[in-house]
């Protein structure tokens, strides 16, 4: 079955940071573009950060620059997103996709909370 699933989401204080992770199944994620996106209530969907499936290259939303890291590990088929300082406007689901010409897979998503 292909998919890709996420993990690492939570609760966290202003300030703090989390890791979330992005495994895929069933196919080889290294030729990929990945993407992390996140959907806040009431809000559309908004792409925050991407690494490219070769070449490595990353962009990330002005929102977010200096504060995320995208990588990914292709030994283990997962990428990640290292989110610090993270603050209450950064309270959403997060969403990984990878993209490869006309294959596009979505996560099921994982909640991020900051608050205090």
């Known amino acids: 079955q292909l998919q890709l699933v996420e993990s690492g989401g939570g609760l966290v204080q202003p300030g703090g940071s989390l890791t979330l992770s992005c495994a895929a199944s069933?196919?080889?994620?290294?030729?990929?573009?990945i993407g992390w996106f996140r959907q806040a209530p009431g809000k559309e969907r908004e792409g925050v950060a991407c690494?490219?499936?070769?070449?490595?290259?990353?962009d990330y939303a002005d929102s977010v620059s200096g504060r995320f890291t995208i990588s990914r590990d292709n030994v283990i088929n997962t990428a990640y997103l290292q989110m610090n300082s993270l603050k209450p406007e950064d309270t959403a689901v997060y969403y990984c996709?990878?993209?490869?010409?006309?294959?596009?897979?979505w996560g099921q998503g994982t909640q991020v909370t900051v608050s205090s």
């Open positions: 069933g196919f080889t994620l290294e030729y990929y573009a």
């Open positions: 690494i490219h499936g070769t070449g490595g290259g990353t």
């Open positions: 996709n990878a993209n490869l010409r006309f294959s596009s897979y």
